[in-house]
């Protein structure tokens, strides 16, 4: 159970390698579309250049006095980087202008930031549309705070979660990622100014979601999907189970083994249908 002297009133929750996955990999996805802008790569390259560049990047956020005129702006800007990146890996180039002309690689970038930005380039969690309603009938207030950009309302929307959900915020627009704590007091006053120690907060990654949830005094929950041991544990298991956002994410290069007393004593699901059996029971609402 998770343990508290006073009841739940909300359940934040992560989004990619939580409520939804990629329908594919980010390296599938990259060959198909830098082979349409005339650039050939193979998939399983792109899979391992993907997971350095979006390792390397700083927090799917603008920093204070960010120089872009839009936040649209900032997220192309981000991923642009991260995407050509990920293809200047695959490549093993120092410079992609070797092998294809900026062109191309603007029209790769753009088909792949438009393609994440369709439902049908995400699946959702079998048992996250059920959760979701079991935690509502329950009376908590439900929010999905993501490592993620703009792009995260629509796909919630047209996957059917946004309705089931009071609030989205994704990082760009929290102007903090995960686990900067920032981001978690963001969503509490979108909820209504709620106490962190009367919210819980689930995802799949223990430096992101535990130990940044906990840092901002929330209780959390650890998806272990893999049923990872606390020896074995680290941030990367976690990043190499979701290629998402494209992260969502925000796994760093520097600093991404979780804390020991985070992989000790988080409590741990394998499933998300398995949530409701560790929560204190709530009132349903009337």
Same mark, same amino acid.
């Given at each position: ?16 390698? /939580? #409520? ?17 802008? !005339? ?11 993907? $997971?350095?560049?979006?390792? &390397?990047?700083?927090?799917? @956020? ?12 900032? *997220?192309? +800007?981000?991923?642009? =980087? ?5 293809? =200047? ?11 294809? /002309?900026?062109? +191309? ?22 048992? &996250?549309?059920?959760?979701? =309603?079991?935690?509502?009938? $329950? !009376? ?20 059917? #979660?946004?309705? #089931? ?7 760009? *627009? ?23 120690? $009367? ?19 929330? =209780? ?20 190499? @189970? ?33 949530? &409701? ?10």
């Amino acid at each position: 159970m998770v343990s508290a002297a006073e009841p739940l009133l909300a359940v934040t929750l992560d989004a990619g390698g /939580t #409520l939804i996955a990629n329908v594919e990999s980010v390296g599938e996805t990259y060959a198909r579309l830098a082979r349409d802008a !005339g650039i050939e790569a193979d998939a399983t390259k792109l899979d391992d250049g993907f $997971r350095r560049a979006f390792a &390397a990047a700083p927090p799917l @956020a603008p920093p204070p006095g960010d120089a872009h005129a839009t936040l649209l702006d900032f *997220e192309h +800007a981000w991923w642009r =980087r991260v995407a050509l990146e990920s293809l =200047r890996l695959a490549l093993g180039v120092e410079d992609l202008a070797q092998v294809a /002309t900026a062109d +191309a690689c603007e029209r790769f970038f753009l088909a792949a930031f438009a393609h994440y930005a369709q439902p049908s380039a995400w699946r959702v969690d079998p048992d &996250a549309v059920a959760v979701l =309603r079991e935690l509502r009938a $329950r !009376g908590l207030r439900l929010a999905v705070v993501s490592n993620f950009d703009a792009r995260l309302h629509g796909v919630l929307a047209g996957l059917g #979660l946004a309705e #089931l959900v009071d609030v989205v915020l994704p990082s760009s *627009e929290a102007g903090a990622a995960k686990p900067d704590p920032a981001i978690f007091r963001r969503a509490l006053a979108l909820l209504g100014g709620l106490p962190a120690a $009367r919210c819980l907060h689930v995802g799949d990654s223990l430096r992101e979601d535990v130990d940044g949830a906990t840092a901002a005094g929330l =209780r959390a929950v650890w998806l272990d999907r893999r049923g990872a041991s606390a020896r074995s544990t680290t941030d990367q298991d976690a990043a190499d @189970a979701r290629t998402t956002n494209a992260r969502s994410t925000d796994a760093r290069a520097t600093d991404a083994r979780p804390s020991a007393t985070s992989v000790a004593d988080a409590p741990r699901v394998p499933r998300i249908a398995r949530l &409701a059996d560790l929560l204190p029971l709530a009132q349903p609402s009337a």
